[in-house]
Nanobody, 119 residues
């Protein structure tokens, strides 16, 4: 069984910062790509940032220059440092990882963590 557990969400004023963490646990052989998505009320889930096993990153245009994704392979953990937060960043943030386990390669999702940015 593989699990992703997120932490670090909360409430912050516009211009502030938050750091999200997502740790994978279970019978993991290896982790390929990891990423962060978000879903605001009434909107579809969208990709925020991704990082592959080699460390190459990609970002949504709306967060470029403000958010930084990183990963610690030894800890099976991905991070999202969010700076200069805006009210429009308010959403539930989900981590995603493509993981090789005894069940083969599968995509796993965290439970989501709420980020609220007030103006």
């Amino acid at each position: 069984q593989v699990h992703l557990v997120e932490s670090g969400g909360g409430w912050v004023q516009a211009g502030g910062s938050l750091r999200l963490s997502c740790a994978a646990s279970g019978s993991i052989f290896s982790i390929n790509a990891m990423g962060w998505y978000r879903q605001a009320p009434g909107k579809q889930r969208e990709s925020v940032a991704g990082i592959n096993s080699g460390g190459t990153t990609n970002y949504a245009d709306s967060v470029k220059g403000r958010f930084t994704i990183s990963r610690d392979n030894a800890k099976n953990t991905v991070y999202l440092q969010m700076n200069s937060l805006k009210p429009e960043d308010t959403a539930v943030y989900y981590c995603n990882a493509r993981i090789l386990s005894i069940k083969g390669y599968n995509d796993y999702w965290g439970q989501g963590t709420q980020v609220t940015v007030s103006s």
